[in-house]
């Protein structure tokens, strides 16, 4: 049963960076490469929203709130995808989940919390 380990996460003030790591443990490198992976965030209350993806071809699709801050990327050959966010604002403050979708595969979770 493969499932995803994340890293990252933390507290951070307005207009830092911070970089989330997402391993798939337990996939074999041929579903993770030729899967899109993702990265969604979610806040008390509300429903998980898509933040980002990037396709097995390298594709990658962002929220509006992502666009031009946010960068996915992956490392095939680590089983790996990451997102980078620059410019943090408090708004990004959130749980943020990686997620293999096409097998319900989803992260434990990272907080990131943005102070102004």
């Known amino acids: 049963q493969g499932r995803l380990v994340q890293s990252g996460g933390g507290f951070m003030q307005a207009g830092e960076s911070l970089t989330l790591v997402c391993v798939a443990t337990g996939v074999s490198p041929a579903i993770f490469r030729d899967n899109e992976m993702g990265w969604y965030r979610q806040t008390p209350g509300n429903q998980r929203e898509l933040v980002a993806t990037?396709?097995?071809?390298?594709?990658?699709n962002y929220a509006a709130s992502a666009k031009g801050r946010f960068t996915i990327s992956r490392n095939n050959a680590r089983n790996a995808v990451y997102l980078q966010m620059d410019s943090l604002k408090p708004e990004d403050t959130a749980v943020y989940y990686c997620?293999?979708?096409?097998?319900?595969?989803w992260g434990q979770g990272s907080q990131v919390t943005v102070s102004s």
């Open positions: 997620t293999l979708a096409t097998y319900d595969y």
């Open positions: 990037i396709a097995s071809d390298g594709n990658t």
